[in-house]
Nanobody
Framework: VQLQASGGGLVQAGGSFRLSCAAS????????MGWFRQAPGKEREFVAA????????YYVDSVKGRFTISRENAKNTAFLQMNSLRPEDTAVYYC????????????????WGQGTLVTVSS
């Protein structure tokens, strides 16, 4: 699967972004989609994932209530709506595909997209 992420940039704390991830190469509705991030000097961490049907979602505790993952299978695209952004959300965000949302939440990734940088200023 080939993944193309977009939507990053610079925003002030409290602001919002919506990241998009367009997929190609395999029927979109057959796999889970997820987002990971890597802050400077830190390891890459799981952020959010959604099952192939879009009904089950998974989040790391630090983004619950602020971030929402979704997908539009007809458009082969997944989204990460990020609200109430904080400086600690600054990172390169990567979209990923895996067998399912739960497996992605455990860090099992089949393919990675390129990253998109999100910078949150205080």
């Amino acid at each position: 699967v080939q993944l193309q992420a977009s939507g990053g940039g610079l925003v002030q704390a409290g602001g919002s972004f919506r990241l998009s991830c367009a997929a190609s190469g395999r029927p979109f509705s057959t796999y889970g989609m997820g987002w990971f991030r890597q802050a400077p000097g830190k390891e890459r961490e799981f952020v959010a994932a959604v099952a192939w049907r879009g009904t089950a979602t998974y989040y790391v505790d630090s983004v619950k209530g602020r971030f929402t993952i979704s997908r539009e299978n007809a458009k082969n695209t997944a989204f990460l709506q990020m609200n109430s952004l904080r400086p600690e959300d600054t990172a390169v965000y990567y979209c990923a595909v895996g067998r399912g949302g739960h497996s992605l939440s455990g860090g099992t990734v089949d393919d990675w997209g390129q990253g998109t940088l999100v910078t949150v200023s205080s």
